[in-house]
């Protein structure tokens, strides 16, 4: 489950593993470089059975460099332990690891042993985490100083540790800060968009995917990060006339998400909730808006409900 790419079950049959012909003559496959052996390995979603498969192959996937790269997206549901599963695979970078996914199962504990284990981090991607609370998430990320890249969908993050997180990555080049979008009731907030303006002037990708963040907040990241090439705010419904605002206010965008756009390429399901908060039976009344917006880490489809 965790690897250069993501693993799936894989059960070979030991004479599509074992041997290889050349030139008619039968040739092992234990018996390649090590170096030829880590690089097929590399390119395949196997990590987790080929070193199950014969000593030469074990020895080259204990190899930190096969580890550099974890993915471990999932579905939720896999009944493992993922987490035990990912330590294990942090462990064998041994210090070497620069990039990491992890989906559904993320905990404080699990991060804080990833930022103590893995000061070399380049990337860190997190979704629907719904253990990892606020504090969790930047007591590990101040141990991260050189990430290039992070994400943050669908787990808790308030505006205030946002700028903690800021202040920490002066490196900071990509942020994917997702949410569940409100277009009814209409809540108002830009404690996220100063955030961002205010501690990540490096940005050169953006992604706000449905913020509460108004023209007001925009303008400012805007005008405080002179590098952002490309701005995602799609699901961004107190966002009007945005392309007009662009062309004013920074040329530079090559890549502009507009808050209507289709969410096909989005990796999540994209949902948000219309709801008259005015209705009796209104689940979201007004006065909880900013607890639940910032709190709420949850991945729900309400696409069905009344």
């Not at 294990?88 to 905990?107: M, Y």
């Not at 993050?157 to 800021?166: A, D, F, I, R, Y």
């Not at 968009?193 to 913020?211: D, K, S, Y």
Request: hydrophobic share 35%.
């Amino acid at each position: 489950m965790a690897s250069s790419s993501s693993l799936r079950p894989f059960s070979p049959s030991s004479s599509s593993l074992t041997t290889v012909m050349k030139d008619g003559e039968c040739r092992n496959w234990a018996e390649l470089p090590s170096e030829l052996t880590l690089s097929i390995l590399r390119r395949l979603d196997i990590l987790e059975n080929a070193q199950k498969v014969c000593t030469s192959w074990l020895r080259v996937c204990k190899d930190p460099s096969m580890w550099r790269k974890i993915d471990m997206r999932n579905s939720g549901d896999l009944g493992i332990n993922l987490e035990i599963m990912c330590r294990h695979a942090v462990d064998r970078s041994q210090g070497g690891l620069v990039e990491i996914d992890i989906w559904h199962f993320g905990t404080d504990s699990l991060l804080n042993y990833i930022a103590n284990r893995s000061s070399n981090l380049r990337s860190l991607r997190l979704a629907m985490c719904s253990p990892i609370t606020t504090d969790g998430l930047t007591e590990a990320i101040v141990k991260l100083p050189l990430l290039e890249e992070l994400e943050v969908s669908y787990c808790s993050l308030s505006g205030e540790s946002l700028k903690v997180v800021g202040q920490s990555l002066p490196n900071l080049k990509t942020l994917k800060l997702n949410r569940i979008g409100f277009m009814r009731p209409r809540y108002e907030r830009n404690v996220d968009a100063l955030a961002i303006a205010e501690t990540m002037p490096g940005l050169r990708f953006l992604q706000l995917f449905g913020n509460i963040l108004t023209n007001a907040g925009l303008f400012v990241i805007l005008v405080k990060c002179p590098n952002l090439e490309h701005l995602d705010l799609r699901n961004c419904f107190n966002v009007y006339n945005v392309g007009d605002l662009v062309t004013r206010c920074s040329e530079r965008i090559k890549v502009l998400r507009l808050p209507y756009d289709v969410t096909d390429d989005y990796p999540y399901a994209g949902n948000y909730y219309d709801i008259d908060s005015s209705d009796e039976d209104s689940p979201w009344p007004l006065m909880a808006a900013d607890s639940y917006y910032h709190s709420f880490a949850g991945y729900i489809d309400h696409s069905d409900d009344d």
